[in-house]
């Protein structure tokens, strides 16, 4: 049977679990008198802090109960738990000034769920002699309790293990991987199921290298079905990703001293990309490949294809590398020598 309360006043109490080592507050109500001394109820799993400040009624089926002694008792259970801290430090819990301290110990942060501490109190119907708490982990926690509290602690250490975000980490790039090789394979099916062959090759035999010779790509996207199969042909080279899949297009449809003119809305004193015929079909290439995607996404993977164009090979502020740039010397040197 359960302790008889004594004192309504009284609703919380500082025990030690004698097995586990460990100092918790627990409402009254939880602990009962047996034959071989105090015990008190405990919850198997997780939010016991909870259950303590409802004082909720402890369910005798499922609860494990656990031999105890008693520090000391509080009305509320901030004032409780200011006890309780001061059990970790000391065994000592009463206020008497003088006499000697046991060793400070101290409670790992993960079993610490108090709130903040009130007054202090205490109360003479549960005076104990004074001894060490050592507070290794809480009783719900200890592995070698029951085959409940195992199976509950192996199941928390696999929990664990799936939601750490090295895992998650892992389950993402292997489906990023996934979902790349879906679209390689989804590009592969619609190149060979397009029609595509010698025909279309010969509509767009070379990337454009001038205004002029894009002014005219432009006019001849009036013809639809030269436009038809220019969008087919560019939705063929797929890509491992939507950027990589613009940056593919802008290569064979155009040189980045063509493009170094161009930015997606004319900023800057650049011409409006937005504006042009090939800028319509390089979206719908994109988004036959890639179904999923938004204009708004094609759009900015163009933004900053065209932003990076003039740092390219080709473009306006292209500098070659330092070793080939020697590479040249010496070549030019070697050669005037002849």
């Given at each position: ?31 009962m008198?047996k ?70 110990t ?9 709130d ?6 205490d ?21 070698g309790?029951?085959k ?12 664990e ?79 491992h ?28 004193g ?15 290439a994109c ?10 996404a ?24 330092e ?16």
């Open positions: 049977m359960c302790l008889p309360a004594t004192d309504n006043v009284m609703s919380f109490v500082v025990v030690e679990f004698l097995d586990e080592k460990a100092v918790e507050v627990v409402p009254k109500s939880w602990i008198h034959e071989k001394g105090l015990f008190c109820y405990w919850p198997p799993r997780a939010g016991a802090a909870a259950k303590v400040k409802k004082e909720e009624i402890p369910d005798k089926e499922k609860w494990n109960s656990y031999e105890i002694r008693i520090f000391s008792s509080a009305e509320t259970y901030s004032k409780a738990q200011e006890l309780s801290r001061r059990a970790e430090v000391t065994s000592n819990v009463e206020t008497e000034p003088e006499g000697p301290k046991s060793r400070v101290k409670k790992p942060a993960r079993y610490d769920f108090s903040e501490a009130d007054d202090e109190g109360n003479p119907e549960f005076s104990h002699t004074p001894s060490v708490a050592v507070l290794p982990q809480s009783p719900h926690l200890n592995v309790l029951s409940t509290s195992s199976h509950h602690t192996k199941n928390s250490v696999v929990h293990r799936f939601s750490s975000p090295e895992f998650k980490s892992a389950v993402m790039a292997n489906f990023k991987t996934i979902q790349e090789n879906q679209r390689l394979m989804l590009s592969c099916l619609q190149s060979s199921s397009s029609g595509l062959g010698d025909d279309v090759e010969d509509v767009l035999p070379a990337p454009v290298s001038s205004l002029e010779e894009l002014d005219d790509l432009n006019s001849k996207l009036a013809d639809q079905s030269f436009k038809r199969n220019l969008t087919l042909y560019l939705s063929s080279f797929g890509g990703s939507l950027g990589d899949a613009v940056r593919r297009i802008f290569k064979k449809l155009g040189t980045n001293s063509v493009w170094s003119f161009y930015s997606l809305k004319g900023k800057k650049k011409l409006p990309f937005s504006d042009l015929p090939i800028c319509k079909v390089i979206i719908r988004m036959r490949t890639y179904k999923e995607a938004k204009t708004s094609v759009e900015h993977q163009i933004s900053e294809a065209l932003k990076h164009a003039p740092k390219r090979k080709g473009g306006q502020k292209y500098k070659e590398p070793q080939k740039r020697r590479e040249h010397f010496v070549e030019e040197s070697s050669n005037s020598s002849d």
